[in-house]
């Protein structure tokens, strides 16, 4: 494994720039979510949220719109995921599987608990539900990045199969469903206290602070290289997997 120096130039949300209404910036913000396409209805879904001066507020809701035009005009705009007075929304996520739109939501209470709720359609977008009981709940993930596929390459399902991460207190992990989200597995993708890498200085340590992963599957093959980000590093880690959930290559 390797430590990489940070990335230092400008790096933008695919949504970035494509703000819906026309806000003044100290009072609501867009705060941009997953773009989903589904291909039967050849159909573009935006998902976001709202809040004030681009912070997570109590009550705030996620909406969605399509997009029959590539993008160019969008419509049908509704509320996917209702504001709650006791809730946060800290960020979005999503996929299409196999006739099915999902809608990861990270949400957190005033006790500074999060939960992570999935929010679908089975008809196109023509309504959403919310299923029960959460993905997590009580917890501290803060949810980062899309959500992939999860294919049986990796452990996963070729048609139903999704992947999402998230960072809490210097470890990184990741949620896995191989049924569409009817249920989910939780696996630790780095561990700050037992996974080792090699740092800046070629010594082999077990104290990097990870936050925010991406990951990529390598062209041609079943490898994947993953990306995290050290919160008291200035750099990022590199690493390789076979299964999406682990690191595979170590010192």
Same mark, same amino acid.
């Given at each position: 494994? #390797?430590?990489?120096?940070?990335?230092?130039? /400008?790096?933008?949300?695919?949504?970035?720039?494509?703000?819906?209404?026309?806000?003044?910036?100290?009072?609501?913000?867009?705060?941009? %979510?997953?773009?989903?396409?589904? /291909?039967?209805?050849?159909?573009?879904?935006?998902?976001?949220?709202?809040?004030?001066?681009?912070?997570?507020?109590?009550?705030?809701?996620?909406?969605?719109?399509?997009?029959?035009?590539?993008?160019?005009?969008?419509?049908? &705009? &509704?509320?996917?995921? /209702?504001?709650?007075?006791?809730?946060?929304?800290?960020?979005?996520? %999503?996929?299409?599987?196999?006739?099915?739109?999902?809608?990861?939501?990270?949400?957190?209470?005033?006790?500074?608990?999060?939960?992570?709720?999935?929010?679908? #359609?089975?008809?196109?977008?023509?309504?959403?539900?919310?299923?029960?009981?959460?993905?997590?709940? !009580?917890?501290?993930?803060?949810?980062? $990045?899309?959500?992939? &596929?999860?294919? *049986? !390459?990796? $452990?996963?399902?070729?048609?139903?199969?999704?992947?999402?991460?998230?960072?809490?207190? $210097?470890?990184?992990?990741?949620?896995?469903?191989?049924?569409?989200?009817?249920?989910?597995?939780?696996?630790?993708?780095?561990?700050?206290?037992?996974?080792?890498?090699? !740092?800046?200085? %070629?010594?082999? *340590?077990?104290?990097?602070?990870? #936050?925010?992963?991406?990951?990529?599957?390598?062209?041609?093959?079943?490898? @994947?290289?993953? +990306?995290?980000? $050290?919160?008291? +590093?200035? !750099? @990022?880690?590199?690493?390789?997997?076979?299964?999406?959930?682990?690191?595979?290559?170590?010192?």
């Amino acid at each position: 494994m #390797s430590v990489l120096h940070a990335d230092t130039e /400008p790096r933008f949300h695919p949504l970035q720039g494509s703000i819906v209404k026309s806000y003044d910036p100290v009072t609501i913000d867009v705060h941009p %979510g997953p773009l989903l396409y589904d /291909p039967s209805e050849e159909r573009l879904w935006r998902v976001f949220s709202e809040a004030r001066s681009h912070q997570p507020s109590f009550g705030m809701s996620v909406t969605a719109e399509f997009s029959d035009d590539s993008g160019c005009s969008w419509q049908g &705009r &509704r509320t996917i995921f /209702p504001g709650d007075q006791n809730l946060k929304i800290l960020a979005t996520s %999503g996929i299409y599987l196999n006739g099915r739109l999902m809608v990861i939501v990270n949400t957190e209470n005033a006790s500074n608990q999060r939960s992570l709720k999935l929010i679908y #359609s089975d008809d196109h977008g023509a309504s959403w539900l919310q299923q029960t009981p959460d993905i997590s709940t !009580n917890s501290s993930h803060f949810l980062f $990045g899309i959500t992939h &596929r999860y294919d *049986a !390459n990796a $452990g996963g399902h070729d048609d139903n199969g999704a992947v999402f991460y998230t960072y809490h207190g $210097g470890s990184a992990f990741a949620f896995t469903t191989a049924d569409k989200g009817a249920t989910w597995s939780t696996h630790t993708v780095f561990d700050m206290a037992t996974t080792q890498f090699i !740092n800046d200085q %070629g010594q082999v *340590a077990t104290d990097f602070v990870a #936050s925010e992963l991406t990951i990529a599957r390598v062209p041609q093959s079943d490898d @994947y290289v993953l +990306y995290i980000r $050290g919160s008291g +590093y200035p !750099n @990022y880690l590199a690493a390789t997997s076979t299964d999406m959930t682990s690191v595979e290559r170590r010192p």
